[in-house]
């Protein structure tokens, strides 16, 4: 299978939107129709689509779920969908699934709520994957909110003992704000684990794609791009192409 590209649509108030670093009030709007947004990625040759519910981070509980269930709906079976935000008891967790989400990405919660990671893989299995958002080393929750004492690694390999999926790995002060994915923080978590991570945060262009592609086989499996492919930074078409190229090598 190819290096993952995974387009980001990032939920506010029903409105396709990236933040920078995470700031709530810092938003650009790409679109009204997210439903319509998915479809292009996924004519464009996506092979997983990333959903975040913003308003659902902030509130604790799901806020978008209508508008996801519309894109699940017009999407159907035709590539897997990994959903977060406000995602923190079990019983969410099994309605996520239910309504057709493949993966379902806890974050605050991993952190807040002991024993929730380790249940919910072992009710479903091969579904979670844990968000782990940092800056400077620290884990933050809550949204983006707040910075907790936890370090990135020993945190990891605790999920990874829990029966995690994967971990998606964002660096908080270069989201949205295309300076760059931190290649060395990535690569050096993936080195430390077992199971595949995710990168997240910065994605500026299609040389970090290239050099993302180059650590594949130390477990980075994909990257999460955001406002990039939004504001044409990368061509996601081309760059799909480019990593579907590598894998038939």
């Known amino acids: 299978m190819s290096f993952l590209l995974i387009p980001a649509i990032d939920l506010k108030n029903g409105q396709c939107v990236r933040l920078r670093?995470?700031?709530?009030?810092?938003?650009?709007?790409?679109?009204?129709?997210?439903?319509?947004?998915?479809?292009?990625?996924?004519?464009?040759?996506?092979?997983?689509?990333?959903?975040?519910?913003?308003?659902?981070?902030?509130?604790?509980?799901?806020?978008?779920?209508?508008?996801?269930?519309?894109?699940?709906?017009?999407?159907?079976?035709?590539?897997?969908?990994?959903?977060?935000?406000?995602?923190?008891?079990?019983?969410?967790?099994?309605?996520?699934?239910?309504?057709?989400?493949?993966?379902?990405?806890?974050?605050?919660?991993?952190?807040?709520?002991?024993?929730?990671?380790?249940?919910?893989c072992a009710a479903f299995l091969g579904h979670i994957i844990v968000s782990i958002d940092a800056k400077d080393g620290k884990v933050a929750t809550d949204g983006w909110s707040k910075l907790s004492g936890h370090e990135v690694i020993d945190l990891a390999k605790k999920y990874e003992d829990d029966g995690v999926e994967a971990i998606l790995y964002t660096d908080i002060g270069r989201d949205g704000m295309l300076s760059g994915i931190n290649l060395d923080a990535t690569l050096e978590l993936a080195q430390s684990i077992s199971i595949p991570v995710i990168a997240s945060g910065g994605l500026a262009d299609m040389s970090e794609i290239k050099n993302l592609c180059k650590i594949e086989q130390e477990g980075?499996?994909?990257?999460?791009?955001?406002?990039?492919i939004y504001e044409g930074k990368i061509d996601f078409e081309f760059a799909q192409k480019y990593v579907e190229n590598l894998a038939d090598c």
Do not use: C
Not at 71 to 93: A, C, E, F, N
């Open 220 to 228: 980075v499996m994909g990257t999460i791009l955001g406002r990039s």
């Open 21 to 120: 670093q995470g700031e709530y009030d810092d938003v650009t709007v790409f679109s009204d129709n997210p439903v319509e947004t998915a479809n292009k990625w996924i004519s464009k040759g996506a092979k997983r689509l990333h959903v975040v519910d913003l308003d659902g981070a902030v509130a604790g509980y799901p806020k978008n779920k209508s508008v996801i269930q519309s894109i699940l709906s017009s999407v159907g079976d035709k590539i897997p969908i990994q959903v977060g935000g406000g995602i923190r008891d079990l019983d969410t967790i099994e309605s996520t699934i239910d309504i057709g989400v493949t993966y379902v990405v806890i974050g605050t919660a991993a952190v807040k709520t002991p024993g929730l990671l380790k249940d919910a």
